[in-house]
C-alpha cells in the first residue's frame, strides 16, 4: 500500500479521536497529562512514592476517558499508572465546555 494512504488513515483516526474528546469532555471532571497519555477522569489521586534513591508518583484514577488513537474502547473503569516524570493534574470548571469558534472542527 501507499504510504499516503497510510498518512490519511491515520489522520482520519486523529480526527476521530479529537471529536470524541470534543463530544465527551464535559463529562468529566479532571484532565490528567502523564509523559506517555492524557486521561479525563472523574477521580483522580496522586501520591509522591519515596525510594531509597529517588521517587516516583502513583496516579489512579476512575471513570476515565483514555486518550489513545488505538484503543477499541477509551472509557475505563479504573486506571493506575507509576511514573517517575511529571505529571499534570488540571480541574476542569463545570460549566459547559466550548470550543472557541476558531479551534472548531464544524464549517
Aim: charged letters at 40%.
Amino acid at each position: 500500500m501507499d504510504d499516503e494512504v497510510f498518512e490519511d488513515y491515520d489522520r482520519e483516526l486523529e480526527l476521530a479521536l479529537y471529536r470524541e474528546y470534543r463530544d465527551v469532555v464535559s463529562q468529566f471532571q479532571y484532565v490528567i497529562e502523564t509523559e506517555r497519555r492524557f486521561y479525563l477522569a472523574n477521580e483522580v489521586n496522586v501520591v509522591r512514592r519515596d525510594t531509597e534513591h529517588d521517587f516516583y508518583f502513583e496516579i489512579t484514577m476512575t471513570d476515565v476517558w483514555v486518550w489513545d488513537i488505538y484503543r477499541a474502547d477509551r472509557f475505563v473503569k479504573s486506571v493506575r499508572v507509576l511514573t517517575f516524570k511529571d505529571v499534570n493534574v488540571e480541574e476542569l470548571s463545570r460549566r459547559d465546555f466550548h470550543l472557541p469558534e476558531e479551534l472548531s472542527l464544524d464549517t
